[in-house]
């Protein structure tokens, strides 16, 4: 038997969330792509997509892309199912990467926690969404 079970009270808590911001941003799911750009501090600005890749009555998988202009790194690729009628939203692959379920043994490359950290970021990621703000001129 498993010696820990994950706090997954926390886990429901930040997948709750996530599910609010996301209904927030693509206006209750009713589209099935979304484009816009944020407006960041420095005047730049970010082109981030949302795209429903799978839509059933009661979930969606959908696909978060935003580029950077960095050298190392190209853009940032999220898919979260998020489940309409639990209102829960999860990271389900992150940069094209699965989380190692709780119950299985943990790969060197992986931590024990990943999911709660692909979570946690896609909650810090789109509350950065919110406090830098969406440029206006840019059709959603």
Same mark, same amino acid.
């Given at each position: ?6 706090? *997954?009270? %926390?886990? @429901? ?8 911001? &996301?209904k927030k !941003? ?24 949302f795209h429903?890749?799978h839509? *059933?009555? %009661?979930? @969606? ?8 202009? &960095?050298?190392? !790194?190209?853009?940032?690729?999220i898919?979260?199912?998020?489940s ?10 992150f ?40 440029n206006?001129?840019?059709k959603?």
């Amino acid at each position: 038997m498993i010696k820990s079970l994950p706090k *997954t009270s %926390h886990q @429901l808590a930040v997948c709750e969330a996530n599910f609010l911001r &996301l209904k927030k !941003i693509l206006n209750d799911f009713s589209k099935n792509k979304y484009s816009f750009e944020t407006i960041n501090p420095d005047s730049s600005s970010n082109p981030i997509s949302f795209h429903v890749i799978h839509r *059933t009555c %009661h979930t @969606l998988i959908i696909e978060a892309k935003q580029k950077i202009k &960095l050298k190392r !790194i190209e853009s940032l690729i999220i898919r979260i199912q998020i489940s309409l009628d639990a209102k829960l939203a999860e990271v389900v692959s992150f940069q094209g990467e699965r989380a190692v379920p709780y119950f299985m043994k943990v790969l060197k490359t992986q931590s024990r926690d990943e999911k709660i950290q692909q979570n946690r970021f896609l909650t810090e990621w789109l509350e950065t969404i919110f406090a830098n703000g969406i440029n206006p001129e840019v059709k959603i």
